[in-house]
């Protein structure tokens, strides 16, 4: 009897090397920090329940963020903030042959305590409400690679906002030029820089990007961001 005969009952071929489920989840973290003292660690993690993730279809996404900053008031001097906040959005996402994109909708909650207080920065305190996000990847060519995030929420009508485009350095391993942009009710900044992406091991996945940024609080400055995934 063959071994192949005997996959009646399970179904799963035996006479070769198992075949790797499609991923269904991911984890995204992201450590931000920039030459004006402001430093950042989000988590990302995104769920397809009904279809896997090479396929179209339905999305659970779960977000948090903590930071710290400071800045110099005209008022009171230096003062020092930090930021906690946490989301949950559900969205679709479509699969292309060579391109996803997904948008989201939900509500998120942040909290941002400020000292001493500083009159003029209204961007404080708790606050609930709206968040829209979107995302996209794209490779044109085997060679480029153009991928874009951008979200929204109503507290505080705070805002994010990167473009990458990227030609291939080695197998799926993209670098090239960034721009991004952030921002609320009391500051706006603007970044340019450039990226690596697609640095992987095993499940992981890694990125980085660096470059220059202009915020209308503090002035110019470097940054700097360090991507990392894990698919299950």
């Known amino acids: 009897m063959s071994a192949r005969a005997a996959d ?15 991923p269904r989840a991911t984890l995204d973290i992201a450590l931000d920090g920039t030459s004006q003292a402001a430093y950042s660690a989000a988590i990302i993690g995104t769920i397809a329940p009904f279809t896997p993730l090479d396929r179209s279809g339905f999305r659970v996404r779960g977000s948090g963020i903590v930071g710290t900053y400071t800045y110099e008031s005209t008022d009171v001097g230096k003062v020092n903030g930090n930021l906690t906040g946490g989301a949950l959005l559900m969205g679709y996402e479509w699969v292309f042959k060579r391109a996803t994109v997904s948008v989201y909708l939900g509500g998120e909650m942040v909290n941002t305590t400020i000292s001493p207080n500083d009159p003029n920065n209204q961007a404080k305190g708790t606050s609930v409400g709206i968040k829209v996000a979107t995302d996209f990847y794209v490779t044109p060519t085997k060679e480029t690679m153009i991928a874009g995030v951008f979200s ?20 799926r391993i993209y670098v090239g030029p960034e721009v991004g ?18 640095i992987r ?14 915020d209308r609080v503090r ?5 700097g961001t360090v991507d990392t995934r894990v698919t299950f």
């Not at 505080?156 to 350095?169: D, E, I, T, V």
């Not at 942009?181 to 697609?198: A, I, K, P, S």
């Open 201 to 214: 091991f095993g499940m992981l996945q890694f990125g980085a990007a660096m470059g220059f940024l202009n």
């Open 181 to 198: 942009m952030l921002g609320d009710n009391f500051f706006q900044q603007w970044r340019v820089g450039g990226h690596v992406t697609g």
């Open 152 to 171: 929204y929420s109503s507290n505080f009508s705070s805002y994010y906002g990167r473009l990458k485009f990227g030609m291939a350095f080695a197998d």
């Open 8 to 22: 009646w009952y399970t179904g799963v071929p035996t006479d070769g090397p198992p075949i790797p489920k499609a």
């Open 219 to 223: 002035g110019g400055g470097l940054y």
